[in-house]
């Protein structure tokens, strides 16, 4: 059974920095692509960052230049380094495990991680 697990969040003050981790376990296939999204109080999930096994990763335009993502694909690890964080950045982040097995794109998520960005 896969299973994806995120950590490391907490509370932060604004300006701060964290680091997200995110593992998957279990029997997978092939990696296609890991995903980042943060949802807000309120609001609806928004995408932050894909990442692929080659470590080459696409950035929300808002966290570009402050979040670095990178991933360890032996240990089956991504990473998500924040720096600079704002207020407004408050939110459960989940990642987003999309692996090709059997002929078919599945779809694996944690289930969250809750980051506070407060004085």
């Known amino acids: 059974q896969v299973q994806v697990v995120e950590s490391g969040g907490g509370l932060v003050q604004p300006g701060g920095s964290l680091r997200l981790s995110c593992a998957v376990s279990?029997?997978?296939?092939?990696?296609?692509?890991i995903r980042w999204y943060r949802q807000a109080p309120g609001k609806e999930r928004e995408w932050v960052a894909t990442?692929?096994?080659?470590?080459?990763?696409n950035y929300e335009d808002s966290v570009k230049a402050r979040f670095i993502a990178s991933i360890d694909n032996a240990k089956r690890r991504l990473y998500l380094q924040m720096h600079s964080l704002k207020s407004e950045e408050t939110a459960v982040y989940f990642c987003?495990?999309?692996?090709?097995?059997?002929?078919?794109?599945?779809?694996?998520w944690g289930q969250g991680t809750q980051i506070t960005v407060s004085s």
């Open positions: 279990g029997s997978i296939g092939k990696i296609m692509a």
């Open positions: 990442t692929t096994t080659d470590n080459t990763t």
């Open positions: 987003d495990w999309t692996i090709y097995m059997d002929g078919t794109a599945y779809d694996y």
